[in-house]
Structure formats: structure tokens, C-alpha cells
């Protein structure tokens, strides 16, 4: 028989050892990756921004045009793989930008698809984004609720 006093005496001891022979993960070298490759995103971003300004549009009206660009590039390169590697070595750095966002809600809809297009794609395409555009426009209700009565 286990005598609970003598586990939990085990198991503390096997925790002990687990975390000295963890790997530490490279924090400087996995920061700067996030930085050049967030920073990267941007230039491209910019990029696109200097080129649709150039085509006669304002800042304000090339906005749009510009997160189309990158939304398509995202969901093209995670379609093709390219942004699961990418985010493996980037981390936050190809997370935060919009273009993560855009790879959150592809990834799962490529990983269901074979399921079909109701349950497999239709169903589960908002897994992990679900959450962040019901928090996301919730509180934008709320915030704009509040400047209409002045708050």
C-alpha cells in the first residue's frame, strides 16, 4: 500500500530535481526574435502604407487596404505553414501584430477542416479567436457607451 505522507514526499522531491534539470530557455535570444520579427511585420506593414498613400489614397483611407494585405498574407502563410514556423521562433513577436491575429483564426479552421465545412471549419474557425472578439467588442460597447452619456 501508498502511504499519502510518503507520495507526496516523493512527488516534492521528483519536483525539486525536475525544475533543476529544467532547460532555462534562451530569454535574451527569444526576445530580440519577437523584436525583429513584430518590428519586420510593421516595416511591411509600412511598406504598404507608403505604397497605397502613393497610389493617391490619405493615411486615414490607406488604413484599410493595408490590414487587408497583411490579414491575406497571414492567412496565405499559415494556409502554406510558413506561420507556424515563424511563430515557433518569433513567439509574441508574430502574435501581437494583426497578422496573429489573422493566423489565430485560420490555424484552427485548417486543423478541422477535415471534419467539413459546418462542424469542422464553421464550427471551430473562432476557438481561440472567439474569445477576444466577444471580450474585444463587448468592452467597445461599453467604452462607447460611456463617451455617448459623457461618462
Not at 526574435?33 to 497605397?52: H, K, P, S, T
Amino acid at each position: 500500500m501508498f502511504d499519502s505522507k510518503t507520495s507526496q514526499a516523493e512527488q516534492q522531491k521528483f519536483q525539486e530535481k525536475f525544475e533543476q534539470l529544467k532547460p532555462k530557455p534562451p530569454l535574451v535570444k527569444n526576445i530580440l526574435w519577437a523584436f525583429i520579427v513584430g518590428g519586420l511585420i510593421c516595416v511591411l506593414g509600412q511598406f504598404f502604407l507608403n505604397y497605397f498613400v502613393s497610389t493617391g489614397l490619405s493615411k486615414k483611407e490607406a488604413a484599410g487596404p493595408v490590414s487587408i494585405v497583411l490579414i491575406f498574407l497571414s492567412a496565405l502563410f499559415t494556409g502554406l505553414g510558413i506561420y507556424d514556423e515563424l511563430g515557433r521562433r518569433a513567439g509574441a513577436g508574430s502574435i501581437v501584430p494583426i497578422t496573429g491575429f489573422a493566423n489565430s483564426i485560420v490555424a484552427p479552421a485548417m486543423e478541422f477542416k477535415r471534419e467539413g465545412y459546418i462542424f469542422g471549419i464553421g464550427a471551430k474557425m473562432f476557438i481561440i479567436a472567439g474569445p477576444v472578439l466577444v471580450y474585444g467588442i463587448s468592452t467597445a460597447v461599453i467604452i462607447g457607451f460611456m463617451y455617448w452619456i459623457k461618462l
